[in-house]
């Protein structure tokens, strides 16, 4: 599942409606990648052993087992824009470090897959480019 730029109230919703975990991991604010990693750690409710790196993202990740057993799990990325304008190469690093958590679970058969979707549009207007979603299983 690829999801477009558009409105995220209706995916978080169906998510939350299926019994999926959702999560909403705001980046409005953020300029620095230790302030990213903060965001990123309660915005995902990341457990105390989470190193603040993005090997210790990549990580928590690839084992969710700190969290509830879902059916699936939705992180939204919001006001992601002016960060990955600033910090490009952050940006890009987050956007590898979340392609290959999605790539893990869709391998995963036994696993709940995990989505991931960049609410609104480039910077440059273009699509956003998301750190491509996948559905695991129907």
């Known amino acids: 599942m690829t999801l477009d730029p558009g409105p995220l109230a209706p995916a978080l919703a169906a998510a939350e409606e299926a019994g999926w975990t959702t999560a909403r991991l705001d980046l409005g604010g953020v300029r620095t990648r230790a302030g990213?990693?903060?965001?990123?750690a309660d915005a995902l409710d990341l457990p105390e052993w989470f190193g603040g790196n993005w090997d210790?993202?990549?990580?928590?990740?690839?084992?969710?087992s700190w969290l509830p057993r879902a059916p699936g799990r939705l992180v939204a990325v919001v006001s992601w824009q002016e960060y990955a304008a600033a910090r490009?190469?952050?940006?890009?690093?987050?956007?590898?470090?979340?392609?290959?958590?999605?790539?893990f679970w869709r391998e995963d058969p036994a696993g709940p897959p995990l989505t991931v979707l960049l609410a609104g549009p480039a910077p440059d207007g273009g699509r956003a480019a998301p750190p491509h979603s996948a559905r695991g299983r129907d």
């Open 36 to 40: 990213l990693m903060r965001r990123a």
């Open 56 to 64: 210790a993202l990549a990580d928590v990740l690839r084992d969710l």
């Open 88 to 103: 490009p190469d952050d940006w890009e690093t987050l956007r590898e470090v979340l392609e290959e958590a999605v790539d």
